[in-house]
């Protein structure tokens, strides 16, 4: 078997779970697209270590925003990780090893260092998919507070995340006073999973590495199998790649899932040339 049908076939039986997901086993499933025989033991352990490390201080605080900040001052002041400004599209962002290791990365993945050793110390963070930006959200009786990992895990106030949204929306924010419900939604951890590799997929996507953007689709699809861009995509990098019948089977696949598409032709006259091509190879 392939590293990259292993690679599939692991990841599948990982979000099998659904919402209840171990985050960062998947996360570090998805780190095998660039590390194929990385084994997640020791990467486990380190969030333990992070999450003990911070134990004293967390319990110590009587009040769920008090446990926040002090499990974001451990984090973000004593241990160092940091949003990676200076090279934002470094795919190495996106994989939790590295993330762990060289102490900085995007949004969502210091999110979910986070989520994950928060969730080690018995606090209720959620990851939250605002617009533009991933943040996060420790939750309790009392009510909720939302932080920034990129920025520090700073505290943000509901005039600044509304000042964020303004922002987001660009001039059709103009007039918006209050922040819609749905912004601060908790997101899931198939939707955590899929944003880290639509991520991953661009930053490939953009260096025209087709081998490593093909995993990375290639996961989304165990998310959502029937995607038609998706399902699209990887017939293109198959055909990238000189897989001719895998690129036929997703390019039929996708005139399927979507008949009507204005593409809907030119996918249609391709793969008739790819079935030549993949007789040809036969």
């Known amino acids: 078997m392939s590293a990259a049908r292993r690679l599939r076939d ?31 033991a020791p990467h486990l ?10 134990r004293e201080r967390v319990v110590a605080a009587r009040v769920p925003e008090g446990a926040a900040v002090a499990l ?8 160092g990780f940091r949003g990676n400004q200076q090279d934002y599209y470094d795919p190495r962002n996106s994989f939790l090893n590295d993330v762990l290791e060289r102490r900085t990365g995007l949004p969502i993945t210091l999110a979910l260092v986070f989520m994950e050793a928060g969730a080690r110390l018995g606090l209720s963070v959620t990851g939250v998919g605002f617009p533009g930006h991933f943040l996060v959200r420790v ?22 995340l509304l000042a964020r949204y303004r922002a987001f929306l660009g001039p059709r924010g103009d007039g918006v006073t209050s922040l819609p419900s749905d912004v ?14 639509r991520n991953l997929l661009h930053v490939y996507l953009d260096r025209r590495d087709h081998a490593h953007a093909l995993e ?6 165990v998310l959502t199998p029937d995607a ?6 990887r017939g293109l990098l198959y055909e990238r790649l000189e897989c001719f019948a895998a690129a036929l089977a997703d390019l039929r696949r996708y005139l ?13 006259a391709r793969a008739a040339r790819l079935a030549h091509a993949a007789a040809a190879v036969h």
């Open 10 to 40: 692991d990841f599948a039986a990982l979000v099998a779970a659904g919402e209840r997901t171990d985050l960062g086993r998947a996360a570090l499933a998805i780190a095998r697209i660039a590390y194929p025989t990385l084994e997640p």
């Open 216 to 221: 990375a689709v290639d996961l989304l699809l």
């Open 45 to 54: 352990a380190e969030l333990d270590a992070l999450a003990e490390g911070a």
């Open 256 to 268: 399927e899932l979507a008949p009507g598409a204005p593409d809907a032709p030119a996918i249609d």
């Open 184 to 197: 601060l939604a908790a997101t899931d951890a198939p939707a955590i999973l899929a944003r880290m590799l």
């Open 72 to 79: 974001a001052g451990y984090l973000f002041g004593e241990c």
């Open 139 to 160: 939750e309790s009786d009392a009510g909720s507070v939302v932080l920034d990992p990129f920025f520090g895990g700073r505290l943000l106030d509901v005039g600044e």
């Open 228 to 233: 038609p861009e998706d399902v699209r995509l």
